[in-house]
């Protein structure tokens, strides 16, 4: 028979390994599905404060709490009795990436509605009009060379980029969205590798595509919201479609802005959508980007217009980000009218 101390001791370490073998997990949250949030997310303050300003003139808009994590600012609340919650990224490719991977990581979200600022390629807009790419690329990832002493113009290429390329070039046959790549002198565009649930081993990605659903809001928005206009009476142009690239450079150069022009197609350029996308395209959250310009990237003669057309682009873009959160609430609506 087993003295009491003996028992005592096997009780606590079969506690122990009880204990361990029911611990939680590591990684994210895990959230129940029926109770999904839409993220409404910017960039920088100037964002923030015109998605504020157009919430405070909404009765059925409110934010009930603020959640402050790691530094990161979270207004949680409701549009139309639909949950919200408004964020910022932060400027560039690295804050961007970081703060919306920690969102989902912390939060049940399963939309993600950002607006912002951005440079416009496509020498059609002018400051206040809105773009929404349907496709966004990384511009700035980028294989440095240095010039070949014996062929004057040319650069010496490692092997791997070489074989790279040719991997680009034969992808632009069977893919009409492929970047058609060239070198911005001794800079030479390469691609992003990633990895997500399902894949054996990472690929290279040129572009990121928005969510088919949101794209298709985003055009029923567009017949239902009010004419936009800017602060002196004139209506914006609105584009939806087309291609917006993304990097860690604020671009203002017009050789610079040309080159994007002919290698990716862009409509408009900025610094955080592609990181966006690339986070919400491995979580599999439904995403889509609308930018308002602020300046023209470097097409304009003289100093960049930025900062006195940041406010006034922030403005409109809201207008119809609003038009777009209406038909998400009554797409969730239908949704759960159906079930």
């Known amino acids: 028979m ?30 129940n599905k029926d109770k ?18 157009a919430f405070s003139q909404i009765d059925e808009a409110k934010i009930d709490k603020i959640v402050t994590i790691k530094g990161v600012k979270y207004q949680l609340g409701t549009y139309k009795n639909e949950p919200i919650i408004i964020f910022t990224t932060g400027i560039s490719i690295s804050n961007a990436a970081m703060t919306m991977q920690m969102a989902l990581d912390y939060f049940p979200i399963d939309k993600v509605v950002m607006m ?47 074989q790279n390329l040719k991997i680009y070039k ?55 919201v009010d004419t936009i206009k800017m ?40 610094m955080e959508s592609a990181a966006v996308g690339q986070v919400c395209f491995v979580n599999d959250v439904d995403w889509i980007i609308m930018r308002s310009v602020s300046d023209l990237a470097g097409g304009q003669k003289g100093k960049n217009d930025i900062s006195v057309f940041n406010a006034i682009a922030s403005g409109t873009a809201t207008k119809l980000m609003i038009g777009l959160l209406d038909e998400i609430v009554k797409a969730d609506q239908k949704e759960l009218t159906i079930h």
């Open 36 to 53: 999904q949030w839409t993220a409404i997310v910017a960039a920088f303050e100037p964002e923030i404060e015109a998605i504020d300003r």
């Open 116 to 162: 912002g600022i951005a440079g416009a390629v496509d020498p059609i807009f002018e400051p206040g009009d809105i773009v929404i790419p349907q496709r966004w690329y990384f511009h700035d990832e980028s294989h440095y060379v240095n010039p070949d002493p014996e062929v004057p113009g040319k650069h010496i290429l490692s092997e791997y980029y070489e």
């Open 170 to 224: 034969e992808r632009e046959k069977t893919d009409i969205h492929a970047p058609k790549y060239k070198n911005f002198g001794f800079m030479y565009p390469r691609e992003v590798a990633l990895i997500r649930d399902g894949w054996d081993n990472p690929k290279k990605t040129p572009y990121f595509t928005v969510s088919p659903n949101l794209f298709a809001l985003a055009k029923t928005a567009l017949l239902n």
């Open 2 to 31: 087993l003295k009491l101390p003996m028992l005592l001791s096997l009780f606590i370490l079969q506690s122990m390994f009880f204990s361990f073998a029911n611990e939680v997990e590591y990684g994210p949250q895990f959230f």
């Open 231 to 270: 602060p002196s009476g004139e209506p914006i142009k609105i584009h939806i479609g087309g291609n917006g690239v993304t990097g860690s450079v604020f671009t203002d150069n017009a050789k610079y802005r040309e080159w994007l022009s002919d290698v990716y197609a862009a409509k408009v350029t900025e």
